[in-house]
């Protein structure tokens, strides 16, 4: 496993010489800043309606976690979906369309090797974006008194969701040699399960013989990443939530590294 | 070819083999569904020798290197690099092998130091030494002036010497280079030719080299292999090969009709 750095490393450098990285993260902070002064202004604007309506017990329940760093990271994490994908189409898909590939197939290293060099630099990526992310509840705290648990844990939760959508990119890319292909498939993807399971439960189930309650519901509900972020948003960190993100990344490394496999024998 | 021509092609072949092999090759074969792309095809290469890899386009040549190098797994048949299998003992002969594939597999945003440093750590060069093998391989190679430059930016004479320099720094027992020389100009393959024919008169290096320029053969070689339709049609030493006088070009143009007429013989025969 001692290749693992060598490959994401060398993966991370040339993501961050590409103008790929920049217009997202760019993007990216421009969204984030944007998002946040928004949020900011809701929160004050209610703040100052419930003061001329003098409904002292629902100021009393407003709290910056809640109703201010809570539902930013929410709608960032919403923007990866759009974003990550430009990142991690070139992953694998490039070095099959350079021909790199030939090269480290024909080195001493092992595909698993390879495909985790490739997650551990995008999840180096997504660390920035995370940053990113936190550089602005940071700056609450300067004027306010956030809690500090919960801050941590919903930026947690962007961190851990941006790591298993990375998995999917590096799946994605590794099935084809061509990056819109990989990009449209990850995109693809991560809709599905970032946000659409819970609604194909709703809609495939619900007058079905199967019932919303049924075992197969909750399952398909389980495989959403959704619900997983919400609660650690929420300052939950369950162990289940945890493993949930661990064996969703693992599924789809297990899958890229068998695809990368079983092209050479085609 | 009849059993007797099989024969003598064998021992000739294996006449040539100076020192213990480190290519060995046993029945070797590669289908792509219906279409055999390389059959049953076995010969091996001693410590220090230099062999030319002939055939038209489609011969297999690519195939069958890119099956020595453990790139594409084989249909049958055996491969073993300095004694490993590449199957079986795929990270030892992996590590005995430096590979120039037909496109130099480069990185395009990386310089050639970079570029050659990632290829020295991925080939288990050990930390303490990897400075040195980097330099060197740069230098044989003649890159020292457009190291730090973006490798995108090179001529395609000097991307190829980078593919080189990915090919030697780890010092490797085999040498494959796939069409070096293919699509470059009459000076940069000149300049080509000079380095491999460095690498191979420096020893230590077993050069398997494909190609279809006859004169490079004749240049660099000791010794041919001829494919035709996956299957090897001659296997000698570039001076018998080339005895009493007749060209490599000559040669080549013999078996290869002889071999046309035997397959056609053979097809109406089954036919």
Partial sequence: MKHVSTIASRELRSL????????VLTLWSVIAGTFFLASLIGFQEQLIQLQQYQMLDRIQAM??????IEPFIGSMWVILLFLLPAITMGLISSE???GTEELLLTSPISIWEIVFGKFLAGIGFV??????????PAILFMYGEPEVGRTLSGLLALLLVSATYVSVGVFASSVTRNQLIAFVLTFVLLLIIGMMLPFLVEITMAGGGLGRESAVAETVRWMSTGSHVERMLKGLIDTADLVYFAVASGVFLLLSKTVIESARWR | MTEAERGKVESSGAGTATGAPVIEVEGLCKRYGDF??????????GAGEVVGFLGPNGAGKT???????GFVPATDGIVRIAGADIFSQGMEARRAIGYLPESPPLYPEMSPAGYVDFVARLKDVPRGERKDAVDRALDRCGLRDVCHREIRQLSKGYRQRVGLAQAIVHEPKVLVLDEPTVGLDPIQIREIRALI?????SGGHTILLSTHILAEVEAICQRVILLQRGRKVLDQPLSEATAGGASLEEVFARVMTREEIGSAAAGGAAA
């Fill in chain 1, 16 to 23: 961050f010489i590409s103008p790929v990285a920049y217009v």
């Fill in chain 1, 63 to 68: 709290n910056l976690n809640d109703d201010l």
């Fill in chain 1, 96 to 98: 099959k369309a350079n």
């Fill in chain 1, 127 to 136: 660390a920035v974006m995370t940053g990113i992310v936190a550089f602005f």
């Fill in chain 2, 36 to 45: 055999e792309a390389v059959r049953d095809l076995s010969f091996s290469v």
């Fill in chain 2, 63 to 69: 195939t069958t290197m890119r099956m020595l190098t």
């Fill in chain 2, 197 to 201: 024919g460095d690498l191979a008169a």
